[in-house]
């Protein structure tokens, strides 16, 4: 039997869930129709500069360490995770001409909306990992597997790549533990103002 306290806290944290998916589903809607055209024209720049498909689909760990497949723009040679390390490196030699571009400004991010709408990731979250390395959490950081992934987190807006990864998983603990609909619609302004100066981001 509950307290009063606790159910209390049930309903909260019951209606801040709802209010959190239907942001997200309200937002990547609006953000996938604006960024259709931006994409589409992206997707035939990739085809004219390297051979291989435009998406890119690859497995990691979502919600509850369930595994699903991201999709992104492809911004690597087709097959560059059989020749080569599966974490882009500085100055990566199998990022294409228009690779570079599309991470420079995110833009290979953008079909992860998707992933937005289909449920296997939030707007705002902890990064969605490789499966192999989640497999090498401590169980401490296997808390940021108790909510959805994100097309942003605050470990994106607060360093990104030039974090070492256990303090990316600090940050990201830290958002799992104390997240709120302010911070997240604070992270979303951040991450604006993070892909324009283009920051921390391996090409």
Same mark, same amino acid.
């Given at each position: 039997m509950l307290t009063d306290?606790?159910?209390?806290?049930?309903?909260?944290?019951?209606?801040?869930t709802v209010l959190k998916r239907g942001l997200d589903v309200i937002l990547a809607a609006i953000l996938l129709a604006c960024t259709l055209p931006v994409m589409l024209i992206a997707c035939v720049a990739i085809m004219l500069d390297s051979p291989g498909p435009s998406f890119y689909l690859q497995w990691r760990s979502g919600r509850a360490g369930r595994p699903f497949r991201i999709v992104k723009l492809r911004t690597m040679v087709a097959g560059a995770d059989r020749v080569g390390p599966k974490l882009t490196q500085e100055a990566d030699p199998r990022v294409t001409r228009v690779g570079r571009v599309l991470r420079r400004w995110s833009l290979d991010e953008m079909p992860q909306l998707v992933n937005? $709408?289909?449920?296997?990731?939030?707007? @705002?979250?902890?990064?969605?990992?490789?499966?192999?390395?989640?497999?090498?959490y401590p169980p401490r950081h296997l808390q940021v597997l108790q909510v959805r992934p994100g097309v942003t987190g605050w470990a994106q807006v607060n360093g990104r790549d030039d974090l070492p990864i256990r303090e990316k998983l600090e940050l990201d603990l830290e958002y799992v533990t104390n997240?709120?609909?302010?911070?997240? $619609?604070?992270?979303?302004?951040?991450? @604006?103002?993070?892909v324009l100066n283009g920051s921390g981001v391996k090409r």
């Open positions: 306290h606790e159910a209390e806290r049930l309903r909260g944290a019951t209606a801040s937005v $709408l289909a449920g296997q990731m939030s707007l @705002v979250g902890p990064r969605p990992e490789l499966i192999s390395i989640v497999e090498t997240r709120t609909t302010l911070q997240d $619609l604070f992270i979303l302004a951040r991450t @604006v103002a993070v």
